[in-house]
Structures are given as C-alpha cells and as structure tokens.
C-alpha cells in the first residue's frame, strides 16, 4: 500500500468503469473522507510516473473534489490498458453496486477490444463478473459493429457498412460520413452511430464545416441535452397543474415567505446549515449564517396561522446555535426529536470519535399534535428511519433528502387532513411526496433551478403513479 499524490492520477474516462459517475456518491465519499472516515485502498497500475485507476474512481473523484493531496492505494504495474481490463472487473463483488448497463459497459469494453474479443464467453463472464449467457447476448448485439470497417479506394477512404455499423447510423448519415473526415476516426463513428438518428447529421454538419469530429458531439450532445431539458421542463409544467395540492414555488424563499403571512398550518423546514460541503450550504461567514437562520425563522413562522405546529431539521451539532435562534424569535422548542439513521457508505470506518446516526428536529407549536388512539412508538420523541442512499429504496435524488416516511410521520402529527403545510427548502420535495400520500395541501421553495426541475420531475411522476 503507498500514498499516491492526486495530481498524478489520470482520471481518463475509459478506466471509468461506470456508464455515468454518480455524483451523489462522490458527495457521500467525500463527506465521509472531510470527516476523517478510512476508505479501502483504491488500486492504481502505475506506467512512466503516471497512475490509471484499476478500481476506485468514485474515492478518487471524491478526495479530488475534497482537495485532497493524497490517496490510499494499492500500486500494481502496467499503464491504462491494464486499468482499462482491471475496471472491468471492479465493483463486481464489492463497492457501490453496478446497474445492468454498467456491466454491459464492462463486457462490452471487453470484447470491443482485438485481443480482449479472443476470450472465451466463459472468460469473460468470469472477468466481469457476470453470467456467460450475458456476454452471449453483447457479443451477438456487437457483432455487425465489429463487421464494419473503413475501407480505401483510390484517393479516398469510404466507410463501409459491411455489418451495418452498429445498426446505429442512418442511410443520411452514412452518405455524409462518408464526404467528412470522421471516416478516418474508427472510434468517432463508433461514437456517432451509438446516438439518436436526429443527431448524427447535425454531428456531421459540423465535422464538414472543419470541426473536430470529439468536439462536434460534445457539441450536439449538449444542444441536445438542452433542447430535452426544456422539453422536459414544459411538459412537467402542464403535469404540475394536475397535482393541485402541492404547488412548488422556484423562488427564494426569503423574498417569497414575506407575501404569505398567516396561510399555513404546519411548517417543515429543512434548511442550509452552512456545512460549507454543498454549493447550496456554504455562507461567507459565521455572521452571515447567524442573520440568514434568523431571518428564515421569522419569516417562516410568520407565515403560520394562529394555530400551528413547526418541525424545523438540525444537524445535532448545530442543535445549541438552532435552538438559541428560535428562542431569540419568541419560538420555544416542545420537543426535540432524534432521528436515528443507520445507512452510511460502504467503506467507512470512523476512528477518532463515535459515528453519528442522529440528527435533532425541534418541534415548536402551539396546539396539541395530531395522535391517533393507540400508544404506540409514533409517540416517542426517538425516531428511527434509513436514511437515502442511492442504495436505498427512497429515490435518492438530492444530497441532504430525508426519508419519506419519517417527514409522512411528521406531517401526520402536526396536520389534519386537507390542511397545508409550508416547506421553504423543497430539495427533492420530498414533504410534496409525503402530502401527495397523505392528501394534505403543501407549498415548497426551491430556490436552486436544478432542484427545482427535479422536484417538480419527482412530484409529477408521483401524482401519476398515485392516479
Ligand atoms: C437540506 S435541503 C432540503 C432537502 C429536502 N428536505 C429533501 O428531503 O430533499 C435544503 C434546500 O434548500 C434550498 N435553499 C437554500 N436556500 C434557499 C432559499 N433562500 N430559498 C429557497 N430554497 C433554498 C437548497 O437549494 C436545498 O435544495
């Protein structure tokens, strides 16, 4: 095992092993290491000074992102071709747990290459970790890619379409790949072909204008991206009016909550805690927390009717600052809830403190919360709920989401049916989802655009699903 400086490694994507990094991951990790927390060594192949990552992108993509100046790794010889078959391998019994496509990514890695292609189905299967009819079934689907080829006539090189190029380019398409210089780029019109019809020739309009075949689909790629987003955004628009309960406001809420004085029964807040880990929880200073906390406070309470309940989230060690917030505001706390959590990333390991799994909700009201007859432990002020993960069954869709069921409790004892509820930190809406189940009205902020578009993704889909 060594210590490998960061800056050498290379964080080129065919080592990466996974269709799509999953961003939410390296955000676990990387809390998980600012903490201090131990994570297995990652396995690097060392090659002329340079590191390719075998196994472990995800941990070194989060100690980059921490500004980390080193990692843990295990150092075996060998340059990218050998971290390229390593990643194959990686995560098949161990890590963050792959989707199918990620290993047909890795089988299919494996028998795009010449030599890789030789091995048996059995080999493979082995290798990747996967079933033998699996790899079967890649090769048969890879097969007429492998079949094409570039071929020369004369002066010119023609592309020609002996298996059909992946099934992937249109007759268009093809004519004009052949008048560009993508022809002479194998792994530019492997690319091309893997992308929807409509944006192959947009691609090679820009390739015969003198654009570089890579940087004409990043180009497309995003117009196209955008262009889906937008759509996305418009029809989610129309789906909204249909879940006429929840209303999601793409605002800040320190600007909206000053318009809505005395609307709302019950109050769930979730806010930033200046953390300094999220874009969305960092301030330039102490003191400017300190005024935000309180300003969102008055405000949000001002927003309550006479009769209210409030549920207002905490990191414990925040809770003696929270507390003193709301007291200074005339607020002071009935009960202080702990909500115990068991989930935590694979691979941490806490050695100079004890590993926190709660977090403190106050509860602050002014009318006697909602329990049904029996006695049971929906009374306690001791909670326990998993909280998401991207292994976990709630959809993870923000960093700091909580569990569904434990803001459905919350919204449980502190409404009646049909009444509504304030939640000026929407995130990924989850007390929009919790309302949506439990028929009561709610009114969420989400001052962050993607936020925003994600939790109006998730409320929409729920609403269908509901119907
Ligand atoms: C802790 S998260 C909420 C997570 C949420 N409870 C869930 O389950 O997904 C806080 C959210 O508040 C948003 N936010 C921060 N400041 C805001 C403001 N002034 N107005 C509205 N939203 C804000 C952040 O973008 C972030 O998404």
């Known amino acids: 095992m060594a ?58 993509q989060a100690a980059r992102k921490l500004g980390l100046a080193e990692i843990t790794a295990d150092v075996e010889p060998g340059g990218k071709r050998a971290a390229v078959l390593a990643s194959c391998a990686a995560n098949a019994v161990h890590g963050l747990r792959r989707t199918n496509k990620d290993k047909q990514r890795a089988v299919k890695r494996m028998l795009a290459d010449p ?115 937008e759509e996305r955004l418009a029809a989610l628009g129309e789906l909204k009016a249909t879940a006429k309960d929840i209303t999601l406001i793409w605002a800040d809420c320190l600007e909206w909550m000053p318009d809505h004085q005395g609307e709302f029964d019950c109050l769930i807040a979730d806010p930033p805690y200046n953390t300094g880990r999220m874009k969305w929880d960092m301030f330039e200073s102490a003191k400017a927390f300190r005024l935000f906390s309180r300003e969102w406070m008055a405000k949000a309470f001002s927003c309550l009717k006479e009769q209210y309940q409030a549920f207002i989230f905490c990191p414990t060690e925040w809770a003696a600052d929270v507390e003193w917030y709301l007291r200074s505001i005339g607020q002071h706390p009935k009960s202080r809830i702990a909500w115990t959590y068991r989930s935590i990333p694979l691979g941490r390991v806490v050695t100079d403190r004890l590993a926190r799994m709660h977090q403190t909700i106050f509860h602050c009201g002014n009318k006697a919360l909602c329990f049904d007859e029996s006695w049971d432990d929906r009374r306690f002020d001791v909670q326990s709920y998993e909280a998401p993960l991207t292994t976990s069954n709630d959809e993870r869709v923000h960093q700091a989401q909580k569990p569904l069921d434990l803001i459905k409790w919350l919204v449980e004892l502190g409404t009646q049916p049909e009444q509504n509820i304030l939640d000026p930190f929407s995130g990924g809406a989850t007390t929009g989802i919790a309302c949506l189940d439990l028929r009561r009205q709610a009114t969420l902020v989400e001052k962050d655009e993607d936020f925003f578009a994600i939790g109006q993704g998730r409320i929409a889909e729920y609403e269908q699903q509901l119907r």
Not at 12 to 22: G, S
Request: negative net charge; proline residues 5%.
């Open 3 to 60: 210590q490998i400086s960061i800056a050498l490694i290379q964080f080129d994507k065919e080592t990466q092993p996974r269709v799509q990094l999953d961003m939410l991951v390296v955000e676990d990790y990387a809390i998980a290491m600012g903490q201090g927390d131990i994570f297995p060594p990652v396995l690097l192949f060392e090659e002329d000074g340079k590191y390719w990552i075998g196994d472990g992108f995800h941990r070194c």
């Open 115 to 229: 030599e890789w292609a030789q091995w048996s189905d059995t080999e493979v299967a082995k290798h990747c970790g996967v079933s033998h009819p699996f790899v079967g079934k890649q090769r048969a689907i890879l097969k007429p890619l492998q079949d094409s080829r570039l071929v020369k006539r004369g002066d010119s090189t023609y592309l020609m379409n002996t298996g059909n190029i992946g099934e992937g380019l249109s007759e268009e398409a093809l004519e004009a790949a052949a008048r560009t210089d993508i022809r002479q780029d194998r792994r530019a019109v492997e690319r091309l072909s893997a992308m929807p019809a409509e944006m192959q020739l947009p691609v090679l309009d820009l390739v015969a204008e003198g654009k570089r075949p890579d940087a004409a689909i990043k180009i497309v790629t995003t117009e196209y991206r955008d262009a889906k987003r």
